[in-house]
């Protein structure tokens, strides 16, 4: 689908309204309040196209990067996509390995913000086999397919210390050692998981394990 055919769809819908609030200090490379231990913004743009949609967290790399330093507020902004796997109920899925292509400077920063999330979003929809006019439970087996996952640790320096996070996820340690934005994003997305009820197996698997 081509970005005109997508704005012209009823259930198109785009805003970055909170992201606006940071433009100044993203220009600037310094974010204002997002010390190591506090949160960082999640959603701060979203475009959502029927069952699929993206949206922009944004970090310090005094929160997400392990040697980074506790006032580097360098800003991290990374895609983030989400599904419907019902016609109510949302999926949060993972974070894209994307580049944005934005130039946060130019006076048309957010015309070229909607298209790249939508460039980003469409080929997370392709590659995942998924549809912008069905939930994916709908989908038949092709959209069940997943590669096989196994647990990885990755150490990160937040909320004051060092911190050790258990991470699901299809890559092996040697390919996250050695692609530090692969890195900084399964630990993103690891601490946007807790905030959200695991499965119990996996809750049962933590808990035995820091045993």
């Given at each position: 689908?081509?970005?005109?055919?997508?704005?012209?769809?009823?259930?198109?819908?785009?805003t970055?309204?909170?992201?606006?609030?940071?433009?100044?200090?993203?220009?600037?490379?310094?974010?204002?309040?997002?010390?190591?231990?506090?949160?960082?913004?999640?959603?701060?743009?979203?475009?959502?196209?029927?069952?699929?949609?993206?949206?922009?967290?944004?970090?310090?790399?005094?929160?997400?990067?392990?040697?980074?330093?506790?006032?580097?507020?360098?800003?991290?902004?990374?895609?983030?996509?989400?599904?419907?796997?019902s016609?109510?109920?949302?999926?949060?899925?993972?974070?894209l390995?994307?580049?944005?292509?934005?130039?946060?400077?130019?006076?048309?920063?957010?015309?070229?913000?909607?298209?790249?999330?939508?460039?980003?979003?469409?080929?997370?929809?392709?590659?995942?086999?998924?549809?912008?006019?069905?939930?994916?439970?709908?989908?038949?087996?092709?959209?069940?397919?997943?590669?096989?996952?196994?647990?990885?640790?990755?150490?990160?320096?937040?909320?004051?210390?060092?911190?050790?996070?258990?991470v699901?996820?299809?890559?092996?340690a040697?390919?996250?050692?050695?692609?530090?934005?692969?890195?900084?994003?399964?630990?993103?997305?690891?601490?946007?998981?807790?905030?959200?009820p695991?499965?119990?197996?996996?809750?049962?698997?933590?808990?035995?394990?820091?045993?």
């Open positions: 689908m081509k970005f005109e055919e997508a704005k012209k769809r009823r259930d198109y819908k785009f970055c309204v909170e992201l606006e609030h940071y433009i100044d200090q993203i220009r600037a490379g310094c974010l204002d309040g997002f010390c190591e231990n506090d949160d960082g913004v999640r959603g701060a743009a979203v475009m959502e196209i029927g069952y699929v949609d993206i949206e922009i967290n944004m970090y310090s790399a005094a929160q997400v990067i392990n040697e980074a330093s506790e006032d580097d507020m360098s800003p991290v902004i990374n895609y983030f996509c989400c599904k419907k796997i016609e109510k109920e949302w999926h949060s899925d993972r974070y390995d994307y580049t944005l292509q934005v130039d946060w400077k130019a006076e048309d920063w957010k015309e070229q913000l909607e298209k790249d999330m939508f460039t980003a979003l469409d080929e997370y929809v392709r590659e995942n086999n998924l549809s912008y006019d069905q939930p994916t439970w709908s989908r038949g087996k092709k959209s069940k397919m997943k590669n096989k996952k196994h647990f990885v640790e990755l150490k990160t320096y937040i909320f004051g210390s060092t911190r050790t996070l258990i699901e996820t299809e890559y092996t040697d390919q996250i050692k050695n692609d530090w934005s692969l890195r900084i994003k399964l630990i993103n997305q690891e601490l946007v998981k807790e905030s959200i695991q499965d119990n197996e996996i809750e049962e698997w933590w808990s035995s394990s820091s045993n």
